[in-house]
């Protein structure tokens, strides 16, 4: 009702997800969904067998916006052969790759734009 957008991120499995509770809150405020793939956005083993090699993290994103989601949206295209989230990896993983937190920050802004845009005549 504020105007303010949130974005709700855990990784695509997380079992937050299933919680009766969560699932409630995301319906009943209406979010939509977001799937960014690591491999997309950057993200590079640094386990010593996989070193360099593209990371297949599955991140959700629960946006108050679906036009914020449509933004966010970044998959996997199949180019490539991606290696799992495992090992030191696992660690590494919890934080964000500069390309997804660049991809964050200008969806961001392009939808505050927008929404701003949209309410400036009201």
Known sequence: RRGCTVII???RLCE???SPQV?????RHRFTDAYVDGCAVGFRSI????????VRKQWRLACS???LAALLNL?????HDCVPVEGVDTRLSESYTPPFAALVA????MHSSVHMYKHRDR
């Not at 699932?23 to 319906?27: I, P, V």
């Not at 386990?47 to 593209?54: E, H, I, P, S, V």
């Open 47 to 54: 386990c010593a067998r996989t070193k360099g090699r593209l």
């Open 9 to 11: 991120e855990w990784p």
């Open 75 to 79: 998959r996997c295209d199949r180019s």
């Open 65 to 67: 916006h679906a036009s």
């Open 16 to 18: 937050y997800w299933r």
């Open 106 to 109: 200008s969806a961001c802004r």
């Open 23 to 27: 699932r409630e809150f995301l319906r």
